[in-house]
T-cell receptor, first 113, second 114 residues
Framework: DGGITQSPKYLFRKEGQNVTLSCEQN?????MYWYRQDPGQGLRLIYY???????QKGDIAEGYSVSREKKESFPLTVTSAQKNPTAFYLC????????????FGPGTRLTVT | QKEVEQDPGPLSVPEGAIVSLNCTYS??????FMWYRQYSRKGPELLMY????GNKEDGRFTAQVDKSSKYISLFIRDSQPSDSATYLC??????????????FGKGTLLTVNP
């Protein structure tokens, strides 16, 4: 089955700790994205990558970091510098020239206390 | 003014009703208009997309774009309880490539009651 996997589904961390969220796709897509979803806020773009070893900041990149060493993988690290990290995080991928058709993973709900 | 405005609802309708979901936008450069459906605690999935103005129909779903009014709609005919979800509109200037950005509305929560 082709698709996007995110792990874990639920993640709990103490304040001040960095945490890495996993995202893997086997759709052979070049482009990958990370979004954050808060109640009443819709989806906000954190980082995106159009190709391996290249990525760009989205609208709310502060306190986050990413890497794109492999086409299939786009992990997101939530650092201790992110002031309000508790949220639902969604990873997506798409063909590079058909980026309006994004395929989303099931999401990771991160709770930081 | 936000680039994309969407009434968050919630919207509650009886089974079989016609549902109308809407978004307005301010950026006249948007050319691609999408509707995503998101079930509770799941990732969104693309329902339909429309390029520029006009209508597009897919089964019980019809998407309309009126670029002159900067207004898009999604109609659901013969609504079913399985249609209960959050519906997100999304828009972009182009189809993809460098510096691509998809701008989402906040989503409308729809409940279809049996």
């Amino acid at each position: 089955d082709g698709g996007i996997t995110q792990s874990p589904k639920y993640l709990f961390r103490k304040e001040g700790q960095n945490v890495t969220l996993s995202c893997e796709q086997n759709l052979n897509h070049d482009a990958m994205y990370w979004y954050r979803q808060d109640p009443g806020q819709g989806l906000r773009l954190i980082y995106y990558s159009q190709i391996v070893n290249d990525f760009q900041k989205g609208d709310i990149a502060e306190g986050y970091s990413v890497s794109r060493e492999k086409k299939e993988s786009f992990p997101l690290t939530v650092t201790s510098a992110q002031k309000n990290p508790t949220a639902f995080y969604l990873c997506a991928s798409s063909k590079r020239q058909v980026s309006y058709e994004q395929y989303f993973g099931p999401g990771t709900r991160l709770t930081v206390t | 003014q936000k680039e994309v405005e969407q009434d968050p609802g919630p919207l509650s309708v009886p089974e079989g009703a016609i549902v109308s979901l809407n978004c307005t936008y301010s950026n006249s450069a948007f050319q691609y208009f999408m509707w995503y459906r998101q079930y509770s605690r799941k990732g969104p999935e693309l329902l339909m997309y429309t390029y520029s103005s006009g209508n597009k129909e897919d089964g019980r779903f019809t998407a309309q774009v009126d670029k002159s009014s900067k207004y898009i709609s999604l109609f659901i005919r013969d609504s079913q309880p399985s249609d209960s979800a959050t519906y997100l509109c999304a828009m972009s200037r182009n189809s993809g490539g460098s510096n691509y950005k998809l701008t989402f509305g906040k989503g409308t929560l729809l409940t279809v009651n049996p």
